[in-house]
C-alpha cells in the first residue's frame, strides 16, 4: 500500500507541481544558508566555532546555528532565518489579546491582511535590531581572530551586513509564505524543518568521530539510540491523540426541508497547541539571547543576562519551561475559543449530551484546561531534554539538540500534519491515503 500511495502522489498532477515546488524552495533556502556576508571570511570563522570548546559563547552559537540550520555560524545571508518572523507573530498576537481595539480591526473584513502587513513591517525592525548586534559580534570575534572581517571600513561593513542579513530574513520568509500558497504543509514551519535535517548528516559525523576518539561511551549512544526511539513514539502517540466530545444537533424544519437530528464530535487534540509554544518560547528567548550575547562586551549588566540565559544553565531552562506552559494556554485559547465554538454550538441547534446549553462554554474550557496542562508539561519535559542528554551522557550540543526537545517536536508535528496535507490531496482525487488509519477511515 505504502508503495503504491508514492507512486499515486506522483501520478496526481496537482499533488506533484506542489511537491516538486516545495523541493525547489527548500533548495533554494538551502543554497542562501551558505552564501555568507559580504565582508567575512568563511573559512576563519568555522574555524573559530570549531575551536570554542564547550563554554556559553559554545552553547550560545550552537542555539543559534541550530534555528538557522547552520547557517549562523557561517554568517549567511540567512542566518537569522524566520526566527525574526516569528518573534514578531508572538508580539502582535499578545498585543491582539491585551488592546481590543486592535482584535475588532483584526476581526474586520480585511482584518487578518491588516495584520500580517503589520507582521511583515514589524518584522524588519526586528531584523534591523538583531543584525545590529550581529555586526557587534562580528567585530568581537574580528578582534579574538584577526582577519575574520575582510573590510577594513567598519561602517561600510555594517552598514552592508545590517541590510544584507535584514534582506535575506525577509527573503525567508516571503519563501515560506510561496511554499504555503503553492506547495505541500506550513511554509514556515517547512523552512525551520528543512534547517533541522540539513543539520542531521554533520551531527551522526561528529558522534561517530567521537565514538571513535573515545570521548564518548558507545554504551551511552546505545541507550540514547533507544530513548530517541521511544520518543519519537511518544510524541507521535501524543500528537495524534484526541479527546471527542459528542455534539447532538436536534431535528428542525426550514420550509418544507428538515435539518439536524444528527450527532457528530468535536475533536480536541491531547496537546491542543501542537508544536507552537515550543517554538513561540524558543524564538521569545532567541531575541534576548542574542542582544546579550552580542553585546555583552559592550556592556557589563548585559553579560549578567548572558550568563542568566546560557542554553545549558538552570534559569534558562526555568524560564523556557514558564513560557511553553504560558504559550501553550495562550495559542489554545486563541485558536479554540471555547466561547465561540459554544456560541456555534448554539446557533446551530446543537447540545452537549448530559450538558446544559448554558454550561456548554464552561464545560468546554474545563475539558480544554485538563488538556493544555499535561500537554504543556509533556512540551516542557521534551523541550528539557537536548540539556539532560548533553550534560549526563557529555554529546556534544549539535546532536543532544536534535535528539529531543524542539528538534523533535518540530520533526514530528511537521512531518504528519504534511502527510495529512497529502493524504487529504490524494483522497481529493481518488486515491488510497498514505497510512491504513486513512484506508480504515473510508470502510476499506
Known amino acids: 500500500m505504502a508503495n503504491n500511495a508514492i507512486v499515486n502522489m506522483f501520478k496526481v498532477k496537482d499533488l506533484r507541481s506542489r511537491l516538486l515546488f516545495t523541493l525547489l524552495i527548500l533548495a533554494v533556502f538551502r543554497l542562501g544558508s551558505i552564501l555568507t556576508i559580504p565582508g567575512i571570511n568563511a573559512t576563519l570563522l568555522l574555524q573559530y566555532f570549531e575551536n570554542l570548546g564547550s563554554g556559553a559563547e559554545s552553547a550560545f552559537a550552537s542555539y543559534m546555528d541550530f534555528f538557522a540550520g547552520g547557517a549562523f555560524e557561517r554568517f549567511s545571508v540567512l542566518m537569522l532565518g524566520v526566527m525574526p518572523y516569528i518573534s514578531t507573530q508572538i508580539i502582535l498576537q499578545l498585543a491582539l489579546v491585551i488592546f481590543p481595539s486592535l482584535k475588532r480591526i483584526a476581526q474586520e473584513d480585511g482584518g487578518q491582511q491588516k495584520v500580517q502587513a503589520w507582521t511583515r513591517v514589524g518584522t524588519i525592525f526586528v531584523c534591523l535590531i538583531q543584525s545590529m548586534a550581529i555586526t557587534v559580534y562580528a567585530d568581537s570575534i574580528n578582534q579574538q581572530v584577526p582577519g575574520a572581517i575582510i573590510f577594513d571600513n567598519k561602517v561600510y561593513f555594517n552598514l552592508l551586513a545590517i541590510l544584507t542579513v535584514t534582506t535575506g530574513s525577509m527573503i525567508a520568509v516571503w519563501l515560506g509564505d510561496q511554499i504555503t500558497a503553492n506547495g505541500i504543509g506550513q511554509g514556515i514551519s517547512m523552512i525551520i524543518f528543512a534547517g533541522i535535517v540539513a543539520r542531521l548528516p554533520s551531527a551522526v559525523y561528529e558522534l561517530v568521530k567521537k565514538v571513535q576518539s573515545g570521548d564518548i561511551n558507545v554504551v551511552f549512544v546505545v541507550v540514547a539510540v533507544f530513548l530517541f526511539l521511544a520518543i519519537i513514539g511518544l510524541v507521535v502517540f501524543e500528537q495524534s491523540g484526541e479527546r471527542k466530545i459528542p455534539v447532538h444537533y436536534a431535528k428542525r424544519v426550514v420550509g418544507r426541508k428538515m435539518y439536524g437530528g444528527q450527532s457528530t464530535y468535536i475533536p480536541f487534540k491531547i ?138 517536536l518540530i520533526l514530528v508535528g511537521v512531518d504528519i500534519d504534511t502527510m495529512s496535507q497529502v493524504e487529504a490531496l490524494l483522497k481529493m482525487h481518488h486515491h488510497d491515503g498514505l497510512t491504513k488509519k486513512g484506508l480504515k477511515s473510508r470502510g476499506l
Do not use: C
Request: proline share 7%; hydrophobic share 50%.
Open 271 to 408: 496537546n491542543p497547541s501542537g508544536v507552537i509554544p515550543i517554538i513561540f518560547a524558543s524564538a521569545f528567548l532567541t531575541f534576548p539571547l542574542q542582544i546579550a550575547n552580542s553585546l555583552s562586551a559592550k556592556a557589563t549588566w548585559l553579560s549578567k543576562v548572558a550568563a542568566v540565559l546560557n542554553p545549558l544553565g538552570f534559569w534558562y531552562n526555568f524560564i523556557e519551561v514558564l513560557l511553553i506552559i504560558f504559550f501553550a494556554y495562550f495559542y489554545t485559547q486563541v485558536t479554540l475559543n471555547p466561547t465561540e465554538i459554544a456560541k456555534n454550538i448554539r446557533e446551530n441547534g446543537g447540545s452537549i449530551p448530559g450538558i446544559r446549553t448554558d454550561m456548554t462554554e464552561k464545560y468546554l474550557q474545563r475539558v480544554l484546561n485538563r488538556l493544555i496542562l499535561p500537554g504543556s508539561l509533556y512540551l516542557a519535559v521534551i523541550a528539557l531534554l537536548p540539556t539532560v542528554i548533553q550534560i549526563i551522557f557529555k554529546f556534544p550540543a549539535q546532536i543532544s539538540m536534535l535528539m529531543g526537545g524542539t528538534s523533535l
